[in-house]
């Protein structure tokens, strides 16, 4: 008999900037949020929008995107296409069209409110993932790269609570000690924070020479206890800078999965994104019909005695079906 597990993580959240975060603090949007108690934070150059235009027979908002001065790709938003617009009951919506934001917004007694918001970092999520009315920014997942400088989770709580409702000594250092990417921007632009919940799946094989026992196949787990071995996996193989423990034991560890019954087990991203590190990079990759679980995607391994990161098109067929 042969217990294993995959786990992918999976954003509850599109990626925000740390400034962006701070304006999300106590607003709906946290909802969402604290569906997440597995964190990342990364850095990039400031990106912006260009060329932004209406064309007010089709309902089409047209756009580069920049990264720098160098314009990376460009792409278009079908109003009418988008959910959130189908979804909307009033008359009347106004547009907000500036190089950090496409904005659609609904002016109720004075106030407006936002219907669908799209950054130049968002949108690439939104795309990756097939959204109705996004289309065009056919290289996203050659923009959607980020500098991988710190690996958190939530023990007690949630993301929300543990990394933008209270202060996080890793996120208060980022700020503090991080270099401007792009001359110009903030460096609170620069940093971006991602929200993951982990997506796991137990597969146990039976021999036919294999007894059955009453807990062979219950399939419950602590869902802490897989949040914090994936926690010391990730950072032991990529060694964030901001991460001042790196688990150089892992496997081994008394709260994560070394003493479980799992014979093997394994992680990956289950997102169109790629995060750098002086010590090596990891490949997300998505799926159009499982998500998260697809060969694209770069994973690690772990057999209670090593860990080891294997590179999608490398150690194995980079297909979107699993093999």
């Known amino acids: 008999m042969n217990r294993a597990k995959m786990t992918f993580l999976e954003l509850v959240f599109p990626p925000m900037s740390n400034q962006e975060a701070h304006h999300f603090r106590d607003?709906?949007?946290?909802?969402?949020?604290?569906?997440?108690?597995?964190?990342?934070?990364g850095g990039k150059p400031k990106s912006k929008f260009t060329n932004v235009t209406l064309d007010e027979k089709s309902f089409t908002i047209s756009f580069n995107i920049c990264i720098g001065d160098k314009q990376k790709s460009s792409g278009e938003i079908n109003i009418t296409q988008?959910?959130?617009i189908a979804r909307f009951d009033g008359r009347k919506l106004d547009l907000s069209?500036?190089?950090?934001?496409?904005?659609?917004?609904?002016?109720?007694?004075?106030?407006?409110?936002?219907v669908?918001?799209?950054?130049?970092?968002?949108?690439?999520?939104?795309?990756?993932?097939?959204?109705?009315?996004?289309s065009g920014i056919n290289n996203y997942d050659e923009l959607f790269c980020y500098d991988?400088?710190?690996?958190?989770?939530?023990?007690?709580?949630?993301?929300?609570?543990?990394?933008i409702k209270k202060g996080h000594h890793a996120r208060q250092a980022i700020l503090s000690n991080e270099p401007q990417r792009y001359p110009g921007a903030r460096v609170s632009d620069e940093i971006f924070l991602f929200l993951f919940r982990l997506e796991p799946l137990y597969i146990t094989t039976i021999g036919g020479?294999?007894?059955?026992?009453?807990n062979d196949l219950d399939f419950d787990y602590q869902h802490k206890q897989l949040v914090a071995d994936a926690e010391k996996a990730f950072v032991s193989l990529l060694q964030p800078n901001y991460n001042v423990v790196k688990f150089n034991q892992y496997?081994?560890?008394?709260?994560?999965?070394?003493?479980?019954?799992?014979?093997?087990?394994?992680?990956s991203i289950g997102e169109a994104i790629t995060f750098n590190t002086a010590h090596g990079k990891i490949k997300g990759?998505?799926?159009?019909?499982?998500?998260?679980?697809?060969?694209?995607?770069?994973?690690?391994?772990?057999?209670?005695?090593?860990?080891?990161?294997?590179?999608?098109g490398v150690d194995f067929p980079d297909s979107e079906w699993l093999a």
């Open 82 to 84: 988008l959910e959130s």
């Open 97 to 114: 069209l500036k190089e950090d934001a496409i904005e659609i917004l609904h002016k109720k007694e004075g106030v407006n409110y936002i």
């Open 116 to 134: 669908e918001r799209f950054t130049p970092e968002n949108i690439l999520w939104f795309r990756s993932r097939n959204f109705n009315g996004i």
């Open 148 to 163: 991988l400088l710190y690996i958190g989770i939530a023990k007690v709580g949630d993301s929300y609570d543990r990394l």
């Open 27 to 41: 607003q709906p949007a946290a909802e969402h949020m604290k569906n997440s108690d597995f964190y990342m934070i």
């Open 285 to 312: 990759g998505r799926s159009s019909t499982l998500g998260g679980l697809t060969n694209k995607a770069d994973f690690i391994s772990v057999d209670k005695k090593e860990s080891k990161l294997f590179i999608s």
């Open 251 to 267: 496997p081994k560890g008394a709260d994560g999965l070394y003493d479980s019954n799992l014979d093997r087990y394994s992680y």
């Open 209 to 214: 020479d294999d007894e059955i026992g009453d």
